[in-house]
């Protein structure tokens, strides 16, 4: 069984271990974050106590078997490079009436184990679930959770066999979404050869996904992870499509990503578990009752919005390649893409980091510029003082963000409105170019 970061009771029951590990930007120490009590949630405070006035990053997301089946930050595969770590303040929610942190995926992030110990391979059977959320969710390849190649690539049909949960529809959809899937290689699968019109969607705020497999059958299971039973989307043969039967699974595991390491999907992560066996629906019925019972509450919502300006209400954007460090950020009209999206993720000392959801960078000054024209850029998030902004209200819903680095605030260079005008740092001047809302 592995256990991640999802901050809810213990996958096995009286653990009393570490469940993830924070790492620092300010300095690059490190910690592990245990549980609150045996059995019971992470120890977000302790989390809150390490990373006040600096960025934090989940590094490791630890099994909580003697397996050490441990998840690492992603390498690079058949469809990119390297992947990076996800913010650990990003996404907050209460289980049981205690504070506790998700996993939050953005393009760009993902956990992978390639060297693993207990985990099936071939045809044997298997099971996984995982707690998710339709909050925060896209048609990007690909929100997965589960068995995946052991090389970092797409090794063929039928090699994987991991949960995805979004609206990427590879088949016909029913519904509107979005829908919990099994990830095969090479096809999302609704049920059956693809599609599966009893497949309708889960769209509730937290969500129980669950698949399992056997050497000729698979099937879909989802729920609200806050209150009911399961529903069954499919339970039948395996598709047969060339490939698939047999199966070929490898033994991997993943988080956040495809089995080639395609990384453009965004999720949210609370908990996971895989199984080797396939588990009855009575035992996954059991799962879902002790999900419900943890008490998943809050806004499971991302908090990423837009950065509006007053003067031409258009939107801060990330240029393309806008998943790069030092890509160039301007001023674009509003479109509802994650690379106009941004999340303030307070630092504790009186300053914020600024997160882009498409990359997972933060908003910098290049250079650690302090002059006036100093160019405003995406950049890997590190302890950088021209990463830390001010946020000072100027008048409702309207501020001003002002560099720690420089004093120099965010502005529009000549107060242009046009799509691809430069956002620059700039003396403060009191004028509409240089103020701000989030939408």
């Known amino acids: 069984m592995l256990c991640g970061p999802q901050h809810s009771a213990s996958l096995v029951w009286a653990y009393n271990g570490k469940l993830y590990q ?6 690059g120490a490190t910690t592990d974050i245990g549980t609150l ?11 809150d106590s390490f990373c006040t006035g600096s960025v934090c990053t989940i590094e490791t997301i630890y099994d909580q078997t ?3 089946n441990h998840l690492t930050v992603a390498p690079a595969g058949g469809n990119g490079s390297a ?16 504070s506790a942190y998700g996993v939050y995926i953005s393009a760009g992030v993902g956990y992978r184990r390639n060297n693993t110990t207990g985990i099936a391979t071939g045809s044997a059977s298997e099971g996984a679930y995982m707690v998710t959320s339709a909050t925060h969710v896209n048609n990007g390849c690909c929100f997965d959770y589960g068995n995946a190649e052991t090389n970092n690539n797409d090794t063929g049909n039928g090699h994987m066999n991991a949960i995805y949960f979004g609206t990427l ?3 016909a959809c029913s519904g509107s979404g979005p829908w919990v899937m099994a990830d095969l290689e090479n096809g999302l699968f609704l049920g059956g050869n693809g599609s599966n019109t009893n497949n309708t969607g889960r769209n509730t705020t937290f969500v129980t996904a669950m698949t399992k497999q056997d050497a000729t059958t698979y099937s879909i299971r989802d729920g609200d992870a806050q209150t009911g039973a399961l529903k069954t989307d499919y339970a039948g043969p395996l598709p047969t499509t060339s490939g698939y039967v047999p199966f070929h699974k490898e033994g991997a595991i993943i988080l956040g990503i495809g089995g080639d390491n395609s990384k453009m999907a965004v999720g949210n992560f609370y908990e996971g578990a895989m199984t080797s066996g396939k588990p009855s629906d009575a035992t996954e019925n059991a799962v879902q009752a002790n999900i419900v019972a943890a008490g998943y509450s809050g806004n499971a919502l991302s908090s990423y919005k837009k950065l509006v300006n007053q003067n031409s209400s258009k939107c801060v954007d990330v240029q393309q390649p ?5 890509s160039n950020v301007d001023l674009y009209t509003c479109n509802g893409f994650a690379w106009q999206n941004w999340q303030m993720v307070d630092l504790g000392n009186g300053y914020a980091s600024i997160y882009s959801e498409h990359s997972g960078m933060c908003l910098d000054v290049a250079g650690s510029s302090t ?5 405003v850029i995406q950049n890997t998030c590190s302890s950088s003082t021209s990463q830390q902004w001010q946020i000072t209200t100027t008048t409702a819903p309207w501020f001003r963000l002002t560099s720690r680095n420089s004093g120099k605030v965010l502005d529009v260079t000549n107060c242009g409105t046009a799509d691809t005008t430069n956002i620059q740092q ?6 509409a170019c240089q103020q701000w809302k989030l939408q």
């Open 22 to 27: 924070v790492k620092r930007a300010s300095d």
């Open 37 to 47: 009590t045996a059995g019971g949630i992470a120890n977000a405070a302790a989390q």
């Open 66 to 68: 003697t397996n050490g």
């Open 83 to 98: 992947d990076i770590t996800g913010s650990a303040t990003a996404l907050k929610v209460t289980i049981g009436g205690k």
């Open 169 to 171: 529809c590879w088949f």
């Open 322 to 326: 806008n998943t790069s460090a030092g």
């Open 371 to 375: 002059a006036n024209g100093g160019n």
């Open 426 to 431: 700039w003396d403060w001047l009191n004028n």
